[in-house]
């Protein structure tokens, strides 16, 4: 992704994060946390990494489906828009 | 979606199949069947949901993103297909 | 499910609005309604048959995986409500 | 979870291998690796949580919803593979 400096460190701190919620399972486990702690840490990793996903399916979409700088006028963002926000309810 | 009648025909007849296994639902909750039945029923639709939903997905990045008789060459139909492949994971 | 009337009542109720639903599919996709329409109908009804399994798997866990009326001890309610709140998160 | 020795020891492999799995998404971000490369590592990463998610669940549905040792005989064991395999179907 050859991407702004400033996204990729957003992307970056997103995927620190959810190394992060990973950890605290792996520790939850190690000390023999209840179930019910360690289910509630899953569907917590889980949506961050849902919200991962949806920041880099976002990023593909709008830099690679067209190369905007040949193309400056090929690309409908609302139809972008429409597939993007559908993609973000399923990945919820 | 103004595209081929055949491809219109072939998602028409996947509504109408997942209508069908909607109707079944019904049936077996109006009958009483067993929890089990009525959960296997519904995953079997919402199964075909998913299918239905990666087709129309599939046809709108496809159709509407570029306008490709306008931009003939504008669409990078090989980051297309990657992102169709995610998609596709994602709404099993 | 030999559940209450009412509860088989509100069941088939979810389960005819779905109905509805996918038939509202259906007819967009006849008259060949745009793409964002069709898939905006059909996160809608994804989200109303995630709710309606929601309910049954609940029916299911607090009716079935214990018979109460033989163990009325048995069952540990609030290990229930944990599994049911995770896995409605899951079913979103 | 005060289940055997062997079964933690499972469970915490699995986390282990999806922090493995975390951090690969990490690097590939920091590198600025492609889009599509980051997309499949989120998706078989996400795998991977439902799977770990499948197990803690099973756990929890065999272990704390009926004291076993109480109650030997409460427990439903086929109404709740049941649950457990449509649980798993929804978890992929």
Known sequence: MS??????DKLLARAR???G????????LASEAGCEKVMHLLA????AMAG???EV???HVQTHLVDREKHPDAF???A???????IRTYLK
Chains 1, 2, 3, 4 share one sequence.
């Not at 991407?3 to 990729?8: A, R």
């Not at 917590?44 to 949506?47: L, Q």
């Not at 972008?80 to 559908?86: F, K, P």
Request: glycine share 0%; net charge negative; proline share 0%.
């Open 3 to 8: 991407h702004t400096i400033e996204h990729k």
């Open 17 to 19: 994060r959810l190394r």
């Open 21 to 28: 919620q990973v950890e605290a399972i792996e520790r939850a």
């Open 44 to 47: 917590s990793a889980r949506a």
């Open 52 to 54: 991962l996903m949806a």
């Open 57 to 59: 399916v976002e990023d």
């Open 76 to 78: 409908n963002t609302e």
């Open 80 to 86: 972008a828009d429409h597939l993007l926000s559908v």
